[in-house]
């Protein structure tokens, strides 16, 4: 009875967020993982150095672009996610798959990861349905946490790639057993994978 409770408690399914944060968790060290292999290669973060001002990728499937409108109170650019990945694809090749959120519908929170670079320092962020210890709570059922390689970045729920990547609880969370094995990579193969941008 609890986990019907649960159910509607949170408007969701909490099996479903459960393996879905699970994805995201992975997805953040995934993506992060490309965008330093990025600059490793090129010697810049995706999209560095365009505009003088934040400059902000919604990462989101075409399904999911209607949920990842809008953007902060105050000047920057925002470029489609088809031209990051298309970025990410012509310099570390076709062979990766661009990673996005599981989610097809918003509930709680946003079904979209965020990527932003200014000046030389990028955040790459991912929102999770479950209370984590290394994330912030942004309102019920709604927690977020990002990357940056800025050492200064020290918001709650902000880290370092490598801190957050050898962080304990990062990694039991990350590592956790899913309740539906290979739900989320079938999902994304059947919407498409790179192609659903």
């Known amino acids: 009875m609890a986990q019907l409770f649960g159910f509607f408690d949170s408007g969701t399914s909490e099996d479903l967020q459960h393996d879905f944060d699970i994805a995201r968790l992975n997805d953040l060290e995934v993506l992060s993982g490309y965008i330093e292999q990025y600059h490793s290669i090129t010697g810049k973060y995706p999209f560095q150095g365009e505009v003088d001002y934040p400059h902000y990728v919604h990462i989101a499937i075409q399904e999911q672009q209607k949920y990842a409108q809008g953007g902060p109170p105050y000047e920057h650019k925002k470029t489609p996610s088809s031209d990051l990945v298309r970025e990410l694809v012509s310099v570390l090749g076709g062979e990766?798959?661009?990673?996005?959120?599981p989610q097809r519908v918003p509930v709680n929170?946003?079904?979209?990861?965020?990527?932003?670079?200014?000046?030389?320092?990028?955040?790459l962020a991912v929102h999770l349905h479950n209370d984590f210890p290394f994330a912030q709570?942004?309102?019920?059922?709604?927690?977020?946490v990002e990357v940056t390689n800025n050492a200064a970045g020290n918001r709650p729920g902000t880290w370092l790639r490598a801190d957050l990547l050898s962080d304990p609880q990062y990694i039991e969370a990350a590592s956790a057993a899913p309740i539906k094995?290979?739900?989320?990579e079938e999902l994304r193969n059947n919407l498409g994978g790179n192609d659903a941008f």
């Open 96 to 101: 990766i798959s661009v990673p996005f959120d």
């Open 109 to 123: 929170k946003p079904n979209f990861y965020i990527y932003m670079v200014v000046d030389d320092v990028y955040f």
């Open 137 to 144: 709570k942004v309102a019920d059922y709604y927690y977020k």
């Open 181 to 184: 094995p290979g739900y989320v």
